[in-house]
């Protein structure tokens, strides 16, 4: 059977990252979503399983200790983290699994899963990305410059992703993404054991 593929999916706040993954998925029901855990309480309408797997904190580091995460960070004294067994479970199935990460635990993963299929997704220029953090309304002139100078310094790190996508428009960006898991799938390394099961054949006649 052959290996699914890890598609990994960064990008700055503002950038539309979490719609463009929804809607991967949804026009892609065979492409599989990781589940991130955490330590912090569960938001309204969040559920254990689905949004995340809510953790008390010493199971979160039981986790850490026993190697079971894939990555993991404190943000704001909570632990967030990707549990390994699960993608290892769907990848070795031959199914797609896409991860929605930002660039500090992208680039862990990177390291781990060097032939995981890293994309960068990028705002159609700085002004549009303002433009539509303001359009939230949800910050202030302090809370936007801070999300603004971490968006270039995420832009900054974008060189060590494979590809580069910018959403522009939503439909299109997803359209590319999934031009690139094809491509990626018809790659010669991806087909290895096909070829060699082919040549064995061959040379049975």
């Not at 993608?87 to 031959?94: F, N, S």
Request: one cysteine or more; a neutral charge; charged letters at 30%.
């Amino acid at each position: 059977m052959k290996q699914g593929c890890l598609i990994v999916v960064s990008g700055p706040s503002g950038t539309g990252k979490g719609t463009v993954c929804a809607s991967l998925l949804a026009a892609h029901p065979e492409i599989a979503y990781s589940i991130s855990a955490t330590t912090r309480q569960p938001r309204d309408g969040e559920h254990n399983g689905v949004n995340y797997y809510f953790l008390e904190k010493p199971a979160f580091e039981r986790m850490i200790a026993d190697g079971e995460l894939l990555e993991w960070a404190e943000v704001y004294g909570h632990y967030y983290g990707t549990p390994l067994r699960p993608i290892q479970e769907k990848l070795a199935d031959g199914q797609d699994i896409l991860l929605e990460i930002d660039t500090q635990g992208a680039l862990k993963v990177q390291k781990k899963c060097p032939d995981g299929i890293f994309i960068f997704l990028l705002p159609p220029s700085l002004t549009e990305l303002e433009r539509r953090i303001r359009g939230r309304g949800t910050e202030d002139e302090k809370d936007l410059a801070r999300r603004l100078a971490a968006a270039q310094k995420e832009i900054d790190v974008a060189h060590r992703y494979r590809y580069a996508v910018v959403n522009d428009k939503v439909d299109t960006a997803v359209a590319k993404i999934a031009a690139i898991l094809t491509a990626e799938h018809c790659r010669m390394e991806a087909n290895r054991q096909l070829l060699t099961e082919i040549a064995g054949t061959k040379e049975k006649r």
